[in-house]
């Protein structure tokens, strides 16, 4: 994580917890990052630039398979999707490196951190943690499902709310005289029209803007792009959604906005490119011509086949977090050594 992305070596956890499920539980764990100084303000706002993604079982489960009906675009959505975040967070390596209270907190880190086996090291400071806070697993135990169900009413509350001001803004004419200048912009650029109101829904909520967008009769590439773009933005329901959850610390949303901005436009750029070489195009309307013929099946075979779907989803969501977290270790490996290697060369040629 540190040649890579400049974070600390326990921004790996906030990372895997956001592939596995998606956001907010990185802005939850970066916040408690931050709170227990485990971070610096400029670490946590690299470390949300880029740990901020969806989860694989909703690009692959609920927008491909739900929304396109096509299974198959599940890897075009989780790769682009994966590796513009992994652009931005190498991008963001650089945010506040020359920031005084970053460089004198890390200094002070560096300075007590110990020596010694890495094992035995994680070893250690897994214990003192512990002892540190000195909860019995009791109270452990309630104090992590009552935070989990208010983290679940939270995010319920904002899809809500933004779903309903989606609404009125429909319903008022408002999204219509918003999206007017956006319609101009998209017949310049020879984009369909009709992914306006789409384009305005997902800035606001990235679910509904996604499914409005599967539903307009546009071109294919151009809803593929919008809605890897959406994802990506993930909605002011998910921005306000970090907002709540960052209260408590230093770390400041300006970055957070600026890494959407970004991870918006290289993923939709990166969905047209890999679709262009043939990502996603194998078994695509595959599911389509299966559900012509369900109404025939009987609703055992009607669950079998949501079942079989179902596994499909999960076991290829599974299979890439493994594959993204052999690819960052590996990288990251690689990054060191030559980092050690160069080291290594420059004290030969001063002793020389």
């Not at 890579?4 to 939850?28: H, K, T």
């Not at 931050?34 to 706002?45: A, D, F, L």
């Not at 970004?262 to 990166?270: F, K, P, T």
Request: proline share 4%.
């Amino acid at each position: 994580m540190q040649p890579l992305f400049s974070v600390p070596g326990v921004g790996a956890f906030a990372l895997s917890m956001g592939l596995a499920a998606g956001y907010p539980m990185d802005a939850v764990i970066t916040a408690r990052f931050r709170q227990t100084n485990q971070c610096t303000r400029i670490e946590g706002e690299r470390l949300l630039a880029f740990t901020n993604t969806a989860d694989p079982l909703f690009m692959f489960g609920a927008v491909a398979v739900g929304m396109f009906k096509s299974p198959a675009l599940g890897g075009l959505f989780a790769l682009a999707h994966y590796i513009s975040s992994f652009l931005v967070g190498v991008a963001f390596k650089f945010w506040g490196r020359r920031d005084p209270d970053h460089l004198r907190e890390v200094k002070e880190r560096e300075e007590v951190r110990p020596k010694g086996n890495l094992f035995a090291r994680a070893y250690r400071e897994m214990l003192t943690a512990r002892e540190e806070d000195g909860r019995p697993f009791g109270k452990l135990l309630g104090n992590a499902v009552s935070e989990s169900v208010q983290t679940i009413l939270m995010i319920s509350g904002f899809i809500v709310f933004f779903a309903v001001v989606i609404e009125i803004l429909e319903v008022s004419g408002i999204m219509a005289f918003l999206g007017w200048p956006l319609m101009e912009i998209y017949r310049l650029l020879g984009i369909h029209t009709g992914l306006v109101q789409p384009t305005l829904a997902g800035v606001l909520e990235l679910d509904i803007g996604s499914a409005q967008t599967a539903a307009v009769p546009a071109p294919l590439i151009q809803k593929l792009a919008l809605v890897s773009g959406i994802i990506a933005w993930s909605g002011l329901s998910v921005h306000a959604q970090v907002a709540s959850v960052l209260t408590h610390t230093d770390i400041r949303m300006r970055p957070y906005f600026l890494a959407r901005f970004l991870h918006a436009s290289l993923a939709a750029l990166l969905t047209v490119v890999l679709y262009g070489m043939g990502v996603g195009r194998t078994a695509q309307g595959a599911l389509a011509s299966v559900t012509r013929h369900l109404p025939m099946m009987s609703s055992v075979s009607e669950q079998e086949g949501f079942w079989t779907t179902f596994t499909h989803a999960m076991s290829n969501s599974f299979e890439l977090w493994l594959g993204i977290c052999a690819a960052l270790t590996v990288l990251s490996a690689g990054v060191l050594l030559l980092r050690r290697i160069r080291i290594v060369a420059f004290f030969v040629r001063s002793q020389g």
